[in-house]
């Protein structure tokens, strides 16, 4: 029976800024990635999606940005190689300390918006990316789609990798997200989204925004958790999956099984 990881950004909330609805959405899932403070998310929100995280047995995940609240880390930024390293360093550490205060492992690494688009195409920012990883701790995973810079600089660190899809995402022909200024880039249909994310895992396809079937790897599905209908979203691809005979697993367990 295949097995395939459900992941969500999570934690995005700060001060009286309020976006997503973690508390509903963390049930569904078996993968949290949670904000660390630079594009979103602030101490007392950190500390409280961990815990919430662990009481539903949701494993836990670093989702570091750019420094860019404003942006919601979705807007490019020219940092050098050794502030991107030092900003992985510094994110994975906080969110890292709240693990342990909550008497769970830290389990992966997803780089977010803007800095993780970028990495997928750029090799220099993806070895910075896993420098940083890699000097924390050479066991978490790293998180990012099949082919990527960001995969091949994991393996080149010797970082495990588990390889992501996005449920709510249109695709380029070369295996990259649409970016969400264009039309059609995000993906509002539940039920085009449920068919296309089993069709990724069972037959390795989806079809581009340009018509073009192309090839995808999952270990793990990704769901945006600040969109409107993200919790719609979570619970009925969770349910969909179930339905399909494919069963729900944190994504170390997911590449443990593929391993």
Do not use: W
Request: a negative charge.
């Amino acid at each position: 029976m295949r097995a395939i990881d459900l992941n969500c950004d999570l934690g995005e909330s700060f001060g009286n800024y309020k976006c997503g609805m973690d508390e509903e959405i963390i049930p569904c899932i078996t993968s949290a990635n949670v904000a660390c403070g630079f594009h979103a998310s602030d101490p007392l929100v950190m500390q409280k999606t961990v815990r919430t995280a662990k009481e539903n047995q949701v494993h836990v995940g670093a989702h570091p940005g750019f420094p860019d609240l404003v942006g919601f880390g979705r807007r490019n930024m020219s940092l050098s190689a050794a502030e991107i390293t030092s900003s992985i360093i510094y994110q994975i550490g906080a969110l890292a300390a709240f693990c342990t205060a909550s008497g769970i492992a830290l389990q992966h690494v997803k780089p977010h918006g803007a800095l993780y688009n970028m990495a997928v195409k750029d090799p220099n920012i993806a070895d910075a990316i896993c420098a940083g990883i890699a000097a924390v701790d050479t066991d978490l995973i790293l998180l990012g789609p099949a082919g990527s810079a960001l995969i091949k600089s994991a393996q080149k660190y010797n970082l495990p990798v588990a390889r992501e899809i996005f449920a709510d995402r249109a695709y380029e022909e070369d295996g990259t997200l649409v970016p969400r200024s264009h039309t059609g880039a995000v993906i509002a249909d539940k039920d085009l989204a449920i068919s296309r994310v089993i069709r990724m895992i069972e037959k390795g396809t989806v079809t581009a925004i340009t018509g073009k079937e192309i090839e995808v790897q999952a270990d793990s599905v990704c769901i945006h958790g600040d969109s409107l209908a993200a919790l719609t979203f979570a619970r009925d691809i969770h349910a969909a999956l179930l339905s399909e005979g494919i069963t729900l697993e944190p994504m170390c367990k997911v590449i443990r099984q593929a391993g």
